[in-house]
């Protein structure tokens, strides 16, 4: 959170106090910091410079086009997993040299536009897959570049619900079936095997688990290089974690360092497909308080942010600091619960924050620019939120406050 820090007592995003952001864009509103997004791409970027590399941003981390031409302007490549993303990736300037395709249901027209632009991998999660690819691939008179998402059955540590190398997950395929589903691939004629695939989790805050899982997708290259099928790149996924409350995740320099030292002279390209340790810490959500309520058993401040504007505490119980916007010189912290406007027992953004708040008082959430804003919906018919890119002292509105129009759009009443 480096480009959000106090000035004498007031929250800056980068050189703009959030106070002011606020008045202007109103609450609640995502902020994000350019400076942040660039930093934190470029520590990958430069992880893995010298070396045949492709860094690939994880659009669902945070798929608004104003963040994905910041990157794009960088070089970033970027891993998608539907047609909308697709579509963001190019309305925001990137190469769809530099994309690679994840997920699990892959359909037809969504294959098809992304073989037309010439995107740089499907990320194979199934036999079935493979066959509908091949056919899509031959209707077009093309070849698709695939690599096959194995599953290396890792305990990646982390919550269950973001935990995805096991062999009880829908993804990918099981390693011990690896070799005949890549013999296979390898048969149809309209695949180009290229690669080897994997991502085990989310906010992983170990280096370990992904080093197991690169072992067991060497000794896999290896056997496949036996049999005559050449793998050229190796994708690791994303899944780095963040720091939200007092967690000290492995820098990516570390990361890539140890990835590196076990590769050796092997000439593999290296792809990461990196969402939350590049988008996390480049934002935060503002929200206003609007009431205290307070009884004898609990504090509450009831505040104009809610579950469906940031799902990740509910959904997750994931932590989230949770910070005044304006310090208080007056009054005392006392315990609060903070609490949304939506009819959910689970609309909380943080319990138990020690806080000198009074109502009309602005607070940030932190850590908020990853699965913040792309995870929010329309539940309780409420607007989604704003969002903004500070640059140095610049403020850009990157996503306009939904009104109830839009939100009404395209729905319709039966007719008589
Ligand atoms: N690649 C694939 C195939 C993925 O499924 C994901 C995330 C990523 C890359 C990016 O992973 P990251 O670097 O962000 O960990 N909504 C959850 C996180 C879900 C992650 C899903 N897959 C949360 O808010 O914690």
Do not use: W
Not at 147 to 174: E, Q, W
Request: charged residues 25%; proline residues 4%.
């Amino acid at each position: 959170m480096d480009n959000f820090q106090y000035l004498n007592g007031r929250l800056c995003a980068e050189e703009v106090p959030v106070s002011r952001i606020a008045e202007e864009f109103g609450t609640p509103t995502y902020i994000y910091s350019r400076d942040a997004l660039e930093r934190a791409y470029l520590d990958y970027a430069q992880a893995l410079e010298g070396r045949d590399a492709l860094v690939c941003y994880a659009v669902k981390a945070n798929s608004n086009i104003g963040v994905l031409n910041v990157l794009a302007r960088l070089g970033a490549g970027f891993d998608i997993v539907s047609l909308g993303e697709l579509e963001r990736v190019i309305k925001a300037g990137g190469d769809p040299a530099k994309v690679v395709f994840s997920g699990v249901a892959k359909r037809e027209d969504e294959m098809r536009r992304a073989l037309e632009l010439g995107i740089h991998c499907f990320n194979v999660e199934s036999e079935a897959e493979l066959e509908r690819l091949n056919k899509v691939a031959s209707e077009l008179d093309k070849v698709a570049a695939i690599s096959l998402r194995v599953n290396p059955d890792v305990d990646a540590g982390t919550h269950p619900y973001i935990s995805t190398g096991l062999k009880d997950n829908k993804f990918g395929v099981a390693i011990d079936d690896a070799v005949r589903i890549y013999r296979y691939a390898h048969s149809l004629s309209h695949l180009d095997v290229q690669g080897v695939d994997c991502h085990i989790g989310s906010q992983l805050t170990e280096i370990a688990p992904f080093l197991d899982a690169l072992d067991r997708l060497l000794l896999l290259i290896d056997t496949l290089a036996e049999q005559g099928i050449t793998i050229k790149h190796l994708d690791l996924g994303g899944g780095l974690g963040v720091c939200y409350t007092d967690e000290v995740p492995p820098s990516p320099q570390e990361y890539i360092g140890a990835v590196i030292d076990k590769l050796g002279d092997r000439p593999l390209k290296l792809i990461f497909e990196p969402g939350r340790s590049i988008a996390a810490n480049a934002g935060i959500l503002i929200t206003k308080v609007e009431f205290l309520k307070c009884t004898e058993h609990k504090n509450f401040a009831i505040i104009d942010g809610a579950m469906n504007d940031l799902i990740r505490p509910a959904l997750y119980s994931a932590y989230m600091e949770i910070i005044p916007v304006d310090i208080r010189e007056e009054g005392e912290a006392r315990c609060f619960d903070l609490v949304g406007p939506v009819c959910e027992s689970s609309d909380f953004l943080g319990k138990d924050r020690q806080l000198n708040i009074e109502a009309g008082d602005l607070l940030a959430v932190c850590s908020a620019g990853a699965y913040g804003f792309g995870m929010s919906s329309n539940y309780n018919a409420r607007n989604r939120a704003a969002e903004v890119m500070v640059d140095d002292n610049q403020v850009h509105l990157i996503r306009k406050r939904e009104t109830i129009a839009d939100q009404l759009r395209g729905e319709a009443i039966l007719p008589g």
